[in-house]
């Protein structure tokens, strides 16, 4: 079975300070991992995926599979990115064999950019 | 275009009752999904829909809770005998797999 783990429920910086969001995951296959975010009051939407390799809105995340973690960072965190961010994993494997792609979602981190 | 929609919005129901909530996809994605997003517990999935059948309905909680999905779009979730641990907010994706999964506003639902 996957699991992803966000050890920080909130997380809270200045702007312009750099912001990592952490993300481990357990799954002994292959994985695709994403962030998702929740603006207040929008839907969730998707951020980034490793996959990708490029970075949105200033924020990139490096798979990295010895310490199977998929960190969220950026350089230096703007008011507007004051949400709720969630780290997900699917399982490529299930998906060869035709077990669909579900997500499995860490807990999520508020981050909370302050003037 | 149009994105994922559900109804209702929100949903208030007495501890006992049963309810329906619905999720109208993205047109001509063939996949859709089921997730509760509960206080501290983050999303968690529950059914997952290719066409018309649901290969994995692994994360259903109980035999309360069923799902059906007719035509290849429109998915109805039924949550039976409601208790007021089902209070949550229900969401739903659709995708063309093994594309992005795109996610409604999701029904806030509270059993009193």
């Known amino acids: 079975a996957q699991r992803v783990t966000q050890p920080e429920k909130l997380l809270s910086v200045f702007k312009g300070a750099p912001v990592e969001l952490k993300c481990n995951y357990s799954y002994s296959g292959s994985p695709e991992l994403f962030w998702y975010v929740q603006y207040s009051r929008q839907r969730l939407q998707l951020l980034l995926r490793h996959i990708s390799r490029e970075s949105i809105k200033g924020f990139t995340a490096d798979l990295n599979k010895g310490e199977t973690s998929f960190h969220l960072k950026k350089p230096f965190a703007q008011e507007e990115d004051s949400a709720m961010y969630y780290c997900?994993?699917?399982?490529?494997?299930?998906?060869?064999?035709?077990?669909?792609?579900?997500?499995?979602f860490g807990t999520g981190t508020q981050l909370k950019v302050e003037l | 275009g149009a994105g994922v929609s559900q109804s209702p919005s929100n949903k208030v129901t007495e501890k006992g009752k049963d309810v329906e909530l619905r999720c109208d996809p993205i047109s001509g994605h063939t996949a859709l999904y089921w997730y509760r997003q509960s206080l501290g517990q983050g999303l968690e999935f529950l059914i997952y829909f290719q066409g018309n059948s649901a290969p994995d309905k692994s994360g259903l909680p109980s035999d309360r809770f069923s799902a059906e999905r007719t035509g290849g779009s429109v998915s109805t979730l039924t949550i039976q005998r409601t208790q007021q641990e089902d209070s949550a907010v229900y969401l739903c994706?659709?995708?063309?797999?093994?594309?992005?999964?795109?996610f409604g506003p999701g029904t806030r639902l509270t059993v009193l």
């Open positions: 997900a994993l699917r399982a490529l494997n299930l998906i060869l064999t035709g077990g669909g792609n579900k997500l499995t």
């Open positions: 994706a659709s995708s063309s797999p093994p594309n992005t999964q795109y």
